[in-house]
T-cell receptor
Framework: DGGITQSPKYLFRKEGQNVTLSCEQN?????MYWYRQDPGQGLRLIYY???????QKGDIAEGYSVSREKKESFPLTVTSAQKNPTAFYLC?????????????FGSGTRLTVV | GQQVMQIPQYQHVQEGEDFTTYCNSS?????IQWYKQRPGGHPVFLIQ?????EVKKQKRLTFQFGEAKKNSSLHITATQTTDVGTYFC???????????FGQGTELSVKP
């Protein structure tokens, strides 16, 4: 079955450490996205990519970095520069940016800084 | 910048009551999409509306797209506990086209 896989489901990080969240899709989607969701809040866009080897900053890119070396993969690194990284991170993909058939979301990674 | 706003932010209903969430865009949209996120889960695409004045139904859910293509609503008839979650609307940016999500309406249903 096609879909998006995010790993790990839960992640604990010590302050000052970088951590990388994995996102892999086998839907053959061109566009991929990273969102951050805080409790009771909406979806805030961190980074997005429309094509391999190209990505753009979203609304809250500071303290995060991404790469898009393969169509299937869009990993997100939460750096030590991110002041408040504890959140629920969602990866999504779509056929095109407008999401003609909707965005498909992964099941998310819950990051906790300890 | 372009915005998509949803009201209410929270809605608590008794099981069997109806529920409506409203979505308003600052600009005309080419389409509007709706997503549902169950507690602890991830958003799941429900439907897309494209035409002015379009109405679509999925069982007890009725989706409407306004005549001016700037607003939309989701109405649930006779809510059930399985309807609990957060409902998001989203529309594509006029420049670039990626989706702009509303803040969501969190629905709780009391049995």
């Amino acid at each position: 079955d096609g879909g998006i896989t995010q790993s790990p489901k839960y992640l604990f990080r010590k302050e000052g450490q970088n951590v990388t969240l994995s996102c892999e899709q086998n839907l053959n989607h061109d566009a991929m996205y990273w969102y951050r969701q805080d409790p009771g809040q909406g979806l805030r866009l961190i980074y997005y990519s429309q094509i391999v080897n190209d990505f753009q900053k979203g609304d809250i890119a500071e303290g995060y970095s991404v790469s898009r070396e393969k169509k299937e993969s869009f990993p997100l690194t939460v750096t030590s520069a991110q002041k408040n990284p504890t959140a629920f991170y969602l990866c999504a993909s779509s056929i095109g940016q407008r999401g003609i058939a909707g965005y498909t979301f992964g099941s998310g990674t819950r990051l906790t800084v300890v | 910048g372009q915005q998509v706003m949803q009201i209410p932010q929270y809605q608590h209903v008794q099981e069997g009551e109806d529920f409506t969430t409203y979505c308003n865009s600052s600009t005309t949209l080419s389409n509007i999409q709706w997503y549902k996120q169950r507690p602890g889960g991830h958003p799941v695409f429900l439907i897309q509306l494209v035409k002015s004045g379009e109405v679509k139904k999925q069982k007890r859910l009725t989706f409407q797209f306004g005549e001016a293509k700037k607003n939309s609503s989701l109405h649930i008839t006779a809510t059930q506990t399985t309807d609990v979650g957060t409902y998001f609307c989203a529309g594509p940016e006029n420049q670039g086209g990626k989706l702009i999500f509303g803040q969501g309406t969190e629905l709780s249903v009391k049995p």
